[in-house]
């Protein structure tokens, strides 16, 4: 099993941007999908992006398309997520999470970080 950590988030100003930061303790295997979720206090935890770990093929939720911007370093075993243009409805725990499926199910991640918080102010 690896070891995700989450860090980058944080309070800020609707419109503003975050950079969001996922390093495995571990390699990754090349077979790896990387995806973030998030996680909105009382409401179900919901995809946001994922990255295939050895052709970087994209996918992201429509409610963020646009506006984040997933990437990876394979080197430094880290996803990052790129946050422009904040909403209030961004507000949540993020999530990086691993797993072996091209999916936006969470139930197709068997590895998850601990979560990171981001709360936007309008």
């Known amino acids: 099993q690896v070891d995700l950590v989450e860090s980058g988030g944080r309070s800020v100003q609707a419109g503003g941007s975050l950079r969001l930061s996922c390093t495995a303790s571990?390699?990754?295997?090349?077979?790896?999908?990387m995806a973030w979720f998030r996680q909105a206090p009382g409401k179900e935890r919901e995809f946001v992006a994922l990255?295939?770990?050895?052709?970087?093929?994209?996918l992201y939720a429509d409610s963020v398309k646009g506006r984040f911007t997933i990437s990876k370093v394979n080197a430094e075993n880290t996803v990052y997520l790129q946050m422009n243009n904040l909403k209030v409805g961004d507000t949540g725990v993020y999530y990086c999470?691993?797993?072996?499926?091209?999916?936006?199910?969470?139930?197709?991640?068997?590895?998850w970080g601990q979560g990171t918080q981001v709360t936007v102010a309008s």
């Open positions: 999470a691993r797993g072996s499926q091209y999916s936006t199910r969470r139930s197709d991640y068997y590895n």
């Open positions: 571990g390699r990754i295997y090349s077979s790896s999908v």
């Open positions: 990255i295939r770990w050895h052709s970087s093929s994209l």
